[in-house]
């Protein structure tokens, strides 16, 4: 469906929305600082702040808004929708005794097993905030809810580290155990992201009465959308500190010792596209060694003098400190950064080279783990600015690599507001 849409991304220090137009074309921005990110009530000011920020004109004509937010930030909210609890943010980790309680209900090694993940948290919430009528809320639902007044409705991604399986479409049974029982009347209802969820309730935003709210997303998964990828065997490499792989799969990836998970991207109501799997994995290496070695300035002109047809041999792992987990899973493993010629532009491109090596075989131990063969990367983070790295990186990947087009997480999630997950 063709729709004008606004989309909404919810960040640690900062909020921005993006109206696109049904080509996808940019209409009008807007950016908010959040200074106090566990404090709900700046959340909505915040919201209601970038809504406004979008001229009037372009405002009237939005038809469909979602929003994205943190992975796992969430907390507890009476049946008004007021917060009766504190916000425990994503990498909160308070809640770490609860993994233990877990471990003894679950007989296999699952996502939810973590110290930040939405279930522990709310095993903590529920320990020390016991309220009767209460319902557990992420960020990204919390604020649609304050769009469209329906509380207690979540998303597959968001509720992925809550221990909703988006395969089956349900809560595992092991929530029906002694122990986890008492949680079922604090769990969202769950549906698929994009899912239009009712028109707008406030009606002192400027927007069309006929305006929908959809369900959201996570702010990564946003910017995975953000990039146009929307093929079996296409992914995203975000080239930040740390290198990021997101490739989209028509099965389902997990190993969870080594961080790989699957978030369900495909609506097997849409015949054209069927399931498909969003399957991610990071590894420690990333430009944060550069940052350790050369300036920018210096990053820029070395870069400018590498032949990327003579390669250096040189064979690094740069880690900025021991231990990795993908594409391999070695806590002790150590960082080698030698031999260092004298040579610094040498010494740029071994770097460069080894870091689109350890990519390679990133998207090389996805597909031995059973996802779809990579066929395009697009590339995101500040590295995608460097010519050098891009080539060498085409060379070891072997597929066609380009810099994605749009980044912003918020433009991601106006593309979810268009078409849902089954877009082209």
Not at 73 to 88: E, K, R
Not at 167 to 187: I, K, M, V
Not at 327 to 344: A, F, G, K, S
Not at 371 to 391: D, I, Q, Y
Request: charged share 15%; with cysteine; net charge neutral.
């Amino acid at each position: 469906m063709a729709v004008i849409a606004l989309g909404i991304d919810f960040g640690t220090s900062g909020a921005r929305a993006i109206a696109i137009d049904p080509e996808g074309k940019i209409l009008a921005t807007a950016r908010r600082p959040l200074h106090q990110p566990e404090r709900p009530q700046e959340w909505a000011a915040t919201l209601r702040a970038l809504i406004l920020d979008i001229p009037s004109a372009i405002r009237q004509q939005i038809q469909r808004i979602a929003i994205d937010a943190t992975s796992s930030t969430v907390f507890l909210c009476d049946a008004q929708g007021q917060p009766c609890s504190p916000v425990l943010l994503y990498n909160d980790d308070r809640a770490q005794n609860h993994v233990q309680t877990l471990r003894q209900i679950l007989t296999t090694d699952h996502l939810v097993l973590s110290a930040t993940s939405s279930l522990v948290k709310l095993l903590w919430l529920q320990t020390h905030y016991p309220t009767v009528n209460a319902v557990l809320v992420h960020q990204a639902d919390w604020l649609a809810f304050l769009l469209h007044g329906q509380l207690g409705i979540s998303d597959w991604h968001n509720a992925l580290k809550l221990g909703y399986d988006p395969a089956q479409e349900a809560y595992p049974d092991w929530f029906s155990h002694p122990t986890l029982a008492s949680l079922q009347p604090l769990l969202p209802k769950v549906i698929p992201p994009g899912t239009v969820l009712g028109k707008v309730t406030a009606t002192d935003l400027g927007l069309s009465l006929e305006c929908e709210v959809c369900a959201g997303t996570t702010d990564s998964i946003a910017a995975f959308l953000a990039s146009g990828a929307s093929q079996v065997g296409e992914a995203v490499t975000s080239l930040g500190s740390t290198l990021v792989l997101k490739l989209l799969s028509a099965s389902r990836v997990e190993d969870l010792a080594a961080g790989i998970y699957s978030h369900r991207l495909g609506d097997r109501s849409s015949r054209a596209v069927g399931d498909r799997w969003l399957v991610g994995g990071a590894s420690n290496c990333g430009a944060a060694i550069l940052a350790q070695f050369f300036t920018p300035a210096e990053l820029e002109r070395l870069s400018a003098q590498i032949d990327v047809n003579q390669p250096t041999g040189l064979d690094y792992y740069p880690l900025l400190k021991r231990g990795e987990r993908f594409p391999i899973n070695d806590p002790h493993l150590e960082p080698r950064l030698e031999p260092r010629p004298d040579d610094p532009r040498l010494f740029l491109q071994g770097l460069l080279e080894s870091l689109s090596r350890i990519e390679a075989q990133g998207y090389q131990q996805l597909q031995r783990l059973g996802a779809s063969p990579l066929k395009r990367v697009w590339t995101a983070g500040g590295g995608a600015r460097n010519p050098a790295w891009l080539a060498l990186r085409q060379q070891y990947l072997g597929v066609p690599v380009a810099v994605s087009p749009q980044t912003e997480a918020a433009y991601g999630t106006a593309r979810l507001a268009q078409a849902g997950l089954n877009f082209n």
